[in-house]
T-cell receptor
């Protein structure tokens, strides 16, 4: 069965802290993604990676960085957390486009920055 | 600018009736479309998809219709059940391209 696991479901961090969100997938997928979900704004792409050590900016990369040292693991890093980064963060993975690829999501990480 | 739009933030339907969720897109190059369902505090789960070579795809109570000329797709749920109450996202992608574009979601409430 398809599995994308996000290590932390609920986190509370202080402004200015460095935050790591970890994600692991067991489907041998090449592509991995980080989204954030906010009410009324839907799912917005932060970063994605199509191969180990490769990354591309999404629509809202400011304030974030990512790391992909192994194929199955994709980390999102908030260099200096701010209150406007309070959100639900979703990790996802997919295979490269073959005219029908599906994206699979983890359960999400709720981050509150105080 | 959003390339995939869901203009109705919410929809309320009586149990047993039909739910119709709508989605519009702007990029005519999109060739694969998906619908996801999301419960609170959970990640989105895949529901149904359709390729641009089709205009309809059915899976049980769920049917997706695609109108390429209007750049519009819709999800029909018949009959609607209270357990269908969730946020529904539509998404679009390009053949052999690795990005997915999501709408802002429609919150469906099915009343018993």
């Amino acid at each position: 069965d398809v599995k994308v696991t996000q290590s932390s479901r609920y986190l509370v961090k202080r402004t200015g802290e460095k935050v790591f969100l970890e994600c692991v997938q067991d489907m041998d997928h090449e592509n991995m993604f980080w989204y954030r979900q906010d009410p009324g704004l839907g799912l917005r792409l932060i970063y994605f990676s199509y191969d180990v050590k490769m990354k591309e900016k999404g629509d809202i990369p400011e304030g974030y960085s990512v790391s992909r040292e192994k194929k199955e693991r994709f980390s999102l890093i908030l260099e200096s957390a701010s209150t406007n980064q309070t959100s639900m963060y979703l990790c996802a993975s997919s295979t490269p486009g073959t005219g029908g690829n599906t994206i699979y999501f983890g359960e999400g990480s709720w981050l509150t920055v105080v | 600018d959003q390339q995939v739009k869901q203009n109705s933030p919410s929809l309320s339907v009586q149990e047993g009736r039909i739910s119709i969720l709508n989605c519009d897109y702007t990029n005519s190059m999109f060739d694969y479309f998906l619908w996801y369902k999301k419960y609170p505090a959970e990640g989105p789960t895949f529901l149904i998809s359709i390729s641009s070579i089709k205009d309809k795809n059915e899976d049980g109570r769920f049917t997706v219709f695609l109108n390429k000329s209007a750049k519009h797709l819709s999800l029909h749920i018949v009959p609607s059940q209270p357990g269908d109450s969730a946020v529904y996202f539509c998404a679009a992608s390009l053949y052999n391209f690795n990005k997915f574009y999501f709408g802002s979601g429609t919150k469906l409430n099915v009343k018993p």
